[in-house]
């Protein structure tokens, strides 16, 4: 299918949910999170029937992402229904890999193709603050067991305040190449604020070529994340929502002043 200003748009990215295990200081604050009511949380069959629209629609491309996608119960499931639907040519998760390393194995089996990890610093104390929870050696052997298991090619996500040539993604940098990851370098941004700016190593943040509908984690269709606009599919169906969202799609990003990154979907 094609927006408008005749982009083709053929990747849909689903958040599953808005809780997360940790608490990134750039994306969720650390107490007082406005959390979505599990009753408003869209539910795995509303999920796939989204999909399997959106494949009659165009959509070829799947990524699951939250929130942190895998502290949602049966997420293996979800992923073994998405991935029987014919059409689907590129199906990835992205995640913050602490659990990934209990999870790796069985979301192979259920058809996942690859994963996305974030990974900001190697040094475990930076790693603890930027996220207040989390620990850095479960994501390096969440990282490894994603290997082991065949989700390849493992992209690393590194958020970067000003430069890739930070002693910290220098550092992430050096440890992916030795581990034969990819990585790929994300501008901290503020949504709010309308800043935001292109991926180093990857297509987010260029209006020009974006190819993206959002699916946010209580049924929106959202044509883009630096907007606030959103087309509910409870209320106006899947086919109108996603067409209303295709046909409102903006020429380019501007701010986002109802949400963020882990209520939207990163
Ligand atoms: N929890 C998973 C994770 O961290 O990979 C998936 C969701 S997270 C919202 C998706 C991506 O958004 C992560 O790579 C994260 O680093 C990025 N992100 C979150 N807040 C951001 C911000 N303010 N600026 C740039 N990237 C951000
Ligand atoms: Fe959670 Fe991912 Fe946001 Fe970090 S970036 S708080 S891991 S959703």
Same mark, same amino acid.
């Given at each position: 299918?094609?927006?408008?200003?005749?982009?083709?748009?053929?990747?849909?990215?689903?958040?599953?949910?808005?809780?997360?295990?940790?608490?990134?200081?750039?994306?969720?604050?650390?107490?007082?999170?406005?959390?979505?009511?599990?009753?408003?949380?869209?539910?795995?069959?509303?999920?796939?029937?989204?999909?399997?629209?959106?494949?009659?629609?165009?959509?070829?491309?799947?990524?699951?992402?939250?929130?942190?996608?895998?502290?949602?119960?049966?997420?293996?499931?979800?992923?073994?229904?998405?991935?029987?639907?014919?059409?689907?040519?590129?199906?990835?998760?992205?995640?913050?890999?602490?659990?990934?390393?209990?999870?790796?194995?069985?979301?192979?089996?259920?058809?996942?193709?690859?994963? $996305?990890?974030?990974?900001?610093?190697?040094?475990?104390?930076?790693?603890?603050?930027?996220?207040?929870?989390?620990?850095?050696?479960?994501?390096?052997?969440?990282?490894?067991?994603?290997?082991? +298991?065949?989700?390849?090619?493992?992209?690393? $996500?590194?958020?970067?305040?000003?430069?890739?040539?930070?002693?910290? +993604?220098?550092?992430?940098?050096?440890?992916?190449?030795?581990?034969?990851?990819?990585?790929?370098?994300?501008?901290?941004?503020?949504?709010?604020?309308?800043?935001?700016?292109?991926?180093?190593?990857?297509?987010?943040?260029?209006?020009?070529?974006?190819?993206?509908?959002?699916?946010?984690?209580?049924?929106?269709?959202?044509?883009?994340?630096?907007?606030?606009?959103?087309?509910?599919?409870?209320?106006?169906?899947?086919?109108? +929502?996603?067409?209303?969202?295709?046909?409102?799609?903006?020429?380019?990003?501007? +701010?986002?002043?109802?949400?963020?990154?882990?209520?939207?979907?990163?």
């Amino acid at each position: 299918m094609y927006d408008k200003y005749n982009r083709r748009i053929n990747y849909l990215r689903i958040s599953v949910t808005d809780r997360c295990n940790l608490r990134c200081t750039y994306c969720m604050p650390e107490s007082g999170i406005q959390l979505m009511d599990h009753a408003d949380i869209i539910t795995y069959e509303e999920i796939v029937e989204v999909v399997q629209k959106s494949v009659q629609m165009g959509i070829d491309k799947i990524r699951i992402t939250g929130g942190e996608p895998l502290v949602r119960k049966g997420i293996v499931d979800l992923v073994a229904m998405i991935s029987k639907i014919q059409g689907v040519k590129d199906f990835g998760l992205s995640t913050n890999g602490i659990t990934l390393k209990k999870h790796a194995k069985a979301l192979k089996q259920a058809g996942l193709q690859r994963v $996305n990890v974030s990974l900001d610093t190697l040094d475990p104390e930076k790693y603890h603050q930027i996220t207040r929870l989390g620990h850095v050696e479960d994501v390096l052997e969440g990282i490894a067991e994603a290997q082991r +298991a065949g989700l390849n090619p493992v992209k690393i $996500n590194c958020v970067i305040k000003k430069s890739s040539q930070e002693p910290d +993604a220098l550092e992430v940098a050096a440890y992916c190449k030795k581990n034969n990851l990819q990585i790929r370098f994300i501008h901290q941004m503020e949504l709010n604020m309308g800043h935001f700016s292109v991926v180093e190593g990857g297509d987010g943040g260029d209006c020009k070529i974006c190819n993206r509908l959002r699916l946010t984690a209580d049924g929106k269709i959202k044509p883009c994340l630096f907007s606030n606009l959103e087309y509910n599919i409870r209320e106006l169906g899947i086919e109108e +929502a996603i067409n209303q969202a295709l046909n409102h799609k903006p020429k380019c990003g501007t +701010a986002n002043t109802k949400g963020s990154f882990y209520n939207i979907g990163g």
